[in-house]
């Protein structure tokens, strides 16, 4: 049995191109923790994107 946790980390941009570097660190910090990253998907309820959701899981 695993446990999930679901992070929201907002998109950051720097000359008009997304910048992978907060999603980079969070999932180097839960990995540090004994957390697997299973999938990222952006949350973009309008044209520009606002979020990335990564959601971890490690055994219970």
């Known amino acids: 049995m695993n446990t999930y946790t679901f992070l929201r980390v907002p998109?950051?941009?720097t000359?008009?191109?997304i910048d992978p570097?907060?999603?980079e660190q969070a999932i180097h910090d839960h990995a540090a923790r004994g957390w697997d990253l299973v999938q990222i998907?952006?949350?973009n309820p309008a044209?520009?994107?606002s979020?990335?959701?990564l959601i971890f899981r490690?055994?219970?």
């Open 47 to 49: 044209a520009t994107a």
């Open 21 to 23: 570097s907060p999603y």
């Open 41 to 43: 998907f952006v949350e």
């Open 58 to 60: 490690r055994p219970a």
């Open 11 to 13: 998109v950051a941009y």
């Open 15 to 17: 000359a008009g191109q």
């Open 51 to 53: 979020e990335h959701v």
